[in-house]
């Protein structure tokens, strides 16, 4: 089945600068990769997500780049702000949502 | 923006008991879905549910769970004999035609296997 391995497991920046969080995956299939960011006591929430015949998608502040080649994603963010402090995982899967996800990384940021 | 609601926020049991976890989804939703996270573990997939029956499953819906759309609103999911290794936070999800429309998570239950 796919494996999803995500770097760094926490991440601490100042607020206006940019944070980078990278995945990787081993199934060459999957074909949908999408991004949550999970507040404390609620549940994970889709910001962003890419598909598999596009190389980057961007919305305001986030953005998302994926490599087939060398079966990577990662989530940008750029000119952090206090409430982009949470959890964020990443996810791969194969045309459903029988997600496999990343073990998340904990954003925080300092004001 | 519509919500996937779940009850109760938390249970705690006794280990061998049975438990239900209820959620509703959104209402024109097709597509239901249990994830489950250990403290400190990723994510995991559970089950899939369709048109009334299970289209997909993981290795850990073991004969111990079960999951029901009893009316138009509620799906549950059950485990006939909680083990200790059962206790974690359940989510349930909906989407409403499938991977091309968005998935929302309902904000969890977490259970707790004493």
């Known amino acids: 089945g796919e494996n999803v391995e995500q770097h760094p497991s926490t991440l601490s920046v100042q607020e206006g600068d940019s944070a980078v969080i990278k995945c990787t995956y081993s199934?060459?299939?999957?074909?949908?990769f999408p991004w949550y960011k999970q507040e404390l006591g609620k549940g994970p929430q889709l910001i962003i997500d890419?598909?598999?015949?596009?190389g980057e998608k961007k919305d305001q502040r986030i953005a998302v780049t994926l490599n087939k080649t060398a079966k990577h994603f990662s989530l940008h963010i750029t000119e952090t702000q206090p409430e982009d402090s949470a959890v964020y995982f990443c996810a791969a899967t194969f045309n459903d949502y029988k997600l496999s996800f990343g073990a998340g990384t904990t954003v925080t940021v300092r004001a | 923006e519509p919500e996937v609601t779940q009850t109760p926020s938390h249970q705690v049991t006794q280990m061998g008991q049975e438990v239900i976890l209820r959620c509703v989804p959104i209402?024109?939703?097709?597509?239901f879905y249990w994830y489950r996270q250990i403290l400190g573990q990723k994510v995991e997939f559970l089950v899939s549910f369709y048109n009334n029956e299970i289209s997909e499953k993981s290795e850990i819906f073991d004969d111990q769970f079960s999951v029901e759309r009893p009316d138009g609103s509620n799906f549950t999911l059950k485990i006939r004999s909680t083990k200790l290794e059962d206790s974690a936070m359940y989510f349930c999800?909906?989407?409403?035609?499938?991977?091309?429309?968005?998935?929302?998570f309902g904000s969890g239950t977490q259970l707790s296997v004493l």
């Open positions: 999800a909906s989407s409403l035609t499938g991977l091309r429309e968005k998935l929302f």
């Open positions: 199934d060459s299939a999957s074909n949908y």
């Open positions: 209402s024109n939703h097709l597509y």
């Open positions: 890419i598909r598999s015949n596009v």
